[in-house]
């Protein structure tokens, strides 16, 4: 993590010494991204150096296009992580975004290290959702080597899960139509 | 609503008769836009046609980056629009929302006709959420003529707030530094 402040702390010294700077964040950096760290320490810093935020492309967006429509309508979105966030305050909310019926995006849901917040984040999805409910399992969204499966929430654990997945939980109207997630919004589609 | 239909139908069709067809659609076609439907209408009309989705740059996303970094955590994107979606559902949701203690995004928060939704998000809101916690409005994300100004949440009914306007609410790390909304990700920055 300490890299991130560094980075961050780099990327203003050199601004405020009157250079056009640039930092580059995967994804969109207001997502998870830097654009949250060079701000707080461009304030802290006191430097009055204009920052432009460039927004690009969340993973929850790039993994939904390759598995169908699964976020159409209302969802979550909340990262495993619990290096910057406390593993109570995540549980948390996934209790009650499991309770709501939106879609929920999950980031970070693993690392080597890093196992306990997927196996709590099942078991309460589990309390909530129908364990029948299609989730899609994408790595590498957007990138060389992007995979997407789908499944269903009850086989959430079988599957090879690590930093560079993105889990896609779909609500009470995901249904998996010709291999793609589709969360239907309500339209009459009848003729 | 039935225009969103009768042009996914219309496009379902085209394809079907072995043209290349386009569907354009604002901000991330997955996000409430016409990636769902089309592939709702493709599944009803059994045509094996291949649909590919590319990805875009939702209003979340545009509408952050010029408030600053509002989303840079934990985020649940909500609908006011009640065409499709029931009220009592979307009150449910921003009531599990708001105890999450989540940054909130609203799209399509209110239209001439349609009022009752962005009222009750806001009575729900401040059930839950510190009143002063800084909101973003923002018009025309990315387009032409886009405006973003920074308030606090007991302000929110006082806004000029239509159709094309994202509100993003903060949570409780959330706050106004230099005209920007910076959601505290709880890096250690000090030296």
Redesign the interface.
């Known amino acids: ?1 300490g890299k ?2 560094e980075r ?2 780099i990327a203003v010294m050199k601004a405020n010494e009157n250079n056009k700077v640039v930092m580059v964040s995967s994804g ?6 830097m ?3 060079v ?6 810093e006191k430097t009055g150096i204009p ?1 432009e ?6 993973a929850a ?2 993994a ?3 598995l ?12 495993l992580s619990d290096l ?2 406390p593993l109570e ?2 549980e ?2 996934l209790e ?2 499991s ?4 879609s929920i995006v999950l980031y970070n849901p693993k690392s080597q290290d890093r196992i306990e917040p997927l196996t709590r984040a099942y078991e309460i999805m589990m309390k909530y959702i129908n364990p029948d409910t299609p989730i899609g399992i994408v790595r590498q969204a ?1 990138r060389e080597g992007q995979t997407a499966k789908i499944t269903t929430l009850k086989n959430l654990l079988n599957e090879e899960i690590d930093m560079v997945t993105t889990i896609v939980i779909g609500n009470s109207a995901t249904k998996t ?2 291999e ?1 997630m ?8 009848t003729n």
Do not use: C, H, W
């Open positions: 993590m991130e402040v961050a702390k969109d950096p207001g997502v998870y991204g654009a949250g760290i701000l707080e320490i461009a304030a802290q920052i935020i460039l927004p690009g492309i969340t967006s790039a939904s296009a390759l169908g429509a699964p976020l159409i309508s209302d969802f979550a979105v909340i990262s910057l966030t305050k995540i948390k909310r009650l975004a309770q709501a019926d939106m957007g139509v010709n793609k589709i969360t239907a919004r309500g339209y009459n589609i």
